[in-house]
């Protein structure tokens, strides 16, 4: 994280921003801990946990969602609407082919990562906000908590400056759970098939 925000001290005028310069992960590694010892490497945990426990719940929820009325759309579009007999069976298809597969996986990932993405932004914003600053920064040595964090957020840009970087934070997610998810099911469907040819 403060590798990725290096360098915009300059041209951000947030005071809060590290000062130290980082030439890589291990220099990075190094500085911190000097700072501000072991636990400055573990700054953010509590609230990392608070953000990626229903971070998780709703991304799964709403994957399974979208990825069921999806496929309702599209049996009901080729069963009822084309009349599809040969793919088709009781109002469901049967056999999708690879490419519809792979494109209903990827688009209710896409789904699921928005739905996730805007209820816990404020969330990962704050955790990251937390773990970008230098001790050094914040005044007098004092470690920030949660609640400072928001508080100076809200006074820079109002509660919309929690949603800051949602759209590229959509778009990483989307990236990451599309590829993670058929691989999944990639791996799944392929282990079912071998199970089946060894039976």
């Known amino acids: 994280q403060r590798l990725m925000v290096q360098g915009s001290l300059a041209t951000s005028g947030f005071s809060s921003l590290p000062t130290s310069n980082y030439v890589n992960g291990f220099d990075a590694f190094r500085k911190i801990l000097c ?12 609230i990392s946990a608070l953000t990626y426990a229903p971070s998780s719940a709703v991304w799964w929820g709403t994957y399974s969602i979208a990825h069921r009325l999806i496929w309702d759309g599209i049996g009901c579009y080729k069963c009822k609407w084309k009349k599809d007999t040969k793919t088709c069976e009781n109002g469901r298809v049967l056999e999708p ?6 494109g209903v996986q990827g688009v209710s990932a896409a789904l699921a990562s928005g739905a996730s993405a805007l209820m816990t932004m404020p969330l990962d914003t704050i955790k990251t906000r937390l773990q970008v600053l230098d001790g050094e920064a914040n005044g007098a040595g004092r470690r920030p908590t949660g609640m400072q964090t928001l508080r100076d957020l809200v006074k820079e840009g109002g509660f919309a400056a929690c949603y800051r970087g949602l759209g590229p934070r959509w778009a990483s ?20 098939k071998h199970q089946e040819n060894l039976a």
């Open 97 to 102: 082919n690879p490419l519809c597969l792979f």
């Open 173 to 192: 997610m989307s990236m990451s759970a599309a590829t993670m998810i058929t691989t999944y099911e990639l791996l799944k469907r392929l282990s079912t």
């Open 35 to 46: 700072l501000d010892g072991v636990r400055g490497l573990y700054r953010g945990f509590g």
